[in-house]
């Protein structure tokens, strides 16, 4: 039973679409992220949502528009896609805000290919 | 602006013998300190973390050192076996806030 669940896995669209990634967690945890993994492997933080409460918003574009219906779902919308945007996005989620109040937990990614 | 280095890569190793990971930072207000592990197509996974009132932590075969003046971390895995064949995330964050700060990682190969 996946803890922390992306769909889809692989996303290949043309720039300009508009597409959205969702991700759910099932740990009970009420802390959850997005995260970016570029070319370069470099992993960096985009959002991060505590009960359904924005509390980190990272410099990323208002292209990217997270959405958090619930503590257990936070949903990644990415309007005009730019080739930029070409990335893996990783889902996470927590318990607690904090990094020393525990670890975090990934989804498997979710690689997106802009054409 | 990359706040925290992991210069290697790569590294190969033979099983049974040591396996150094290193990682090096450049903020000073960074007080907690981890590292992940990654297989390929999953996403990263807690290996063990530090607090930097220590210098050292252990579980098991992993080892992790602090070295705040030197602004420098390792993993010490040992004796190192072909399951941790890997890619090993360092990060690090300040007042244990959630906003990880990552290394690009440096994939581990042990030899059988």
């Known amino acids: 039973d996946t803890a922390v669940s992306q769909t889809p896995k692989y996303l290949v669209t043309q720039m300009g679409n508009d597409k959205s990634i969702k991700c759910e967690q099932n740990?009970?945890?009420?802390?959850m992220y997005w995260y970016k993994q570029d070319s370069k492997k470099f992993l960096k933080i985009m959002f991060s949502y505590n009960n359904k409460e924005l509390i980190i918003n990272e410099t990323v574009p208002n292209r990217f528009s997270p959405k958090s219906p619930d503590k257990a779902h936070l949903n990644l919308h990415i309007n005009s896609l730019e080739l930029g945007d070409s990335a893996v996005y990783f889902c996470?989620?927590?318990?607690?805000?904090?990094?020393?109040?525990?670890?975090?937990?990934f989804g498997e990614g979710s690689r997106l290919t802009v054409l | 602006d990359q706040q925290v280095k992991q210069n290697s890569p790569s590294l190969s190793v033979q099983e049974g013998r040591i396996s150094i990971l290193n990682c090096d930072y450049t903020n000073s207000m960074f007080d907690y300190f981890l590292w992940y592990k990654k297989y390929p197509a999953e996403g990263p996974t807690f290996l063990i973390s530090?607090?930097?009132?220590?210098d050292k932590n252990e579980d098991g075969r992993f080892t992790v050192f602090l070295n705040k003046s030197a602004k420098h971390l390792s993993l010490h895995i040992v004796p190192s076996q072909p399951g941790d064949s890997a890619v090993y995330f360092c990060a690090a964050s300040i007042n244990g806030a959630n906003n990880l700060f990552f290394g690009t990682g440096t994939r581990l190969t042990v030899i059988p």
């Open positions: 740990l009970g945890h009420d802390t």
């Open positions: 530090i607090s930097s009132i220590k």
């Open positions: 996470a989620s927590s318990q607690g805000t904090g990094a020393g109040t525990g670890e975090l937990f």
